[in-house]
């Protein structure tokens, strides 16, 4: 499977503030994804980031808030604009093995966010 | 729409005490259901996928099964370090990649 890595693992920012997610990938991957873990909650998914395409958003979320850049085949940025006490939450990303009909994803170690 | 209910939220099990875990989802066309163990902290671990009821995968004390309504994870002699978060998520056919998790089950395996 990939090996994925984030940057930063955690970090504090004051409301008002952006903060931008890095996403790493050992090998090219066609699609990543970015999931929000709010505190005591599953998983929900953000958006979808494919290269050389506008990434596509799930209901809920929009480009002025979470924009993302996918610039290659290894790597993705998720940014936080704008950030209140409510976008205090784990930010995941994954991608897929492209192996199979239904392509299991594996995910990153996650950035937990606090914002005050 | 497509939806995932995890039973029971919490489940508390001696060391060597059996028990299962269960999934129950609605959703268009499956392509695909997934279980994964989250750890305090950390990102979710990918366990199994599963395809089509009657489907059965295992690893090491852990095994998945599959029905068209439910999956249940049956963990078998339980260690400490089986203590974790289980998730499961589903893939329908009209959402490709997205997956749609349900709110886990917390284990906690006391020696």
């Known amino acids: 499977s990939a090996v994925i890595s984030q940057k930063p693992s955690r970090d504090i920012c004051q409301r008002g503030t952006s903060l931008t997610i890095q996403c790493q990938v050992d090998?090219?991957?066609?699609?990543m994804f970015w999931y929000r873990q709010q505190p005591g909650q599953s998983l929900t998914l953000i958006a979808t980031a494919n290269q050389g395409s506008e990434a596509t958003y799930e209901s809920g979320f929009v480009i002025d808030k979470f924009p993302i850049s996918r610039p290659n085949l290894t790597f993705s940025t998720l940014t936080v604009s704008n950030m209140s006490p409510e976008d205090s939450s784990i930010y995941l990303c994954?991608?897929?093995?492209?192996?199979?009909?239904?392509?299991?994803?594996?995910f990153g170690p996650g950035t937990r966010l606090t914002v005050l | 729409e497509d939806q995932v209910t995890q039973s029971p939220e919490a489940l508390r099990l001696q060391e060597g005490e059996s028990s299962s875990l269960n999934c129950s989802y609605t959703?268009?066309?499956?392509?695909?259901l997934f279980w994964y163990r989250q750890d305090p902290g950390k990102g979710p671990e990918f366990l199994f996928t599963l395809y089509s009821a009657g489907e059965e995968k295992e690893k090491e004390r852990l095994k998945a099964t599959l029905t068209k309504k439910e999956s249940f994870l049956h963990i078998t002699a339980p260690k400490p370090e089986d203590s974790a978060t289980y998730l499961c998520a589903v893939q329908g056919s009209g959402n490709t990649g997205k997956l749609i998790f349900g709110q886990g089950t917390t284990l906690q395996v006391k020696p």
């Open positions: 994954s991608v897929e093995d492209g192996r199979g009909f239904a392509d299991t994803q594996y």
């Open positions: 090998s090219q991957v066609t699609m």
């Open positions: 959703v268009s066309g499956l392509r695909g």
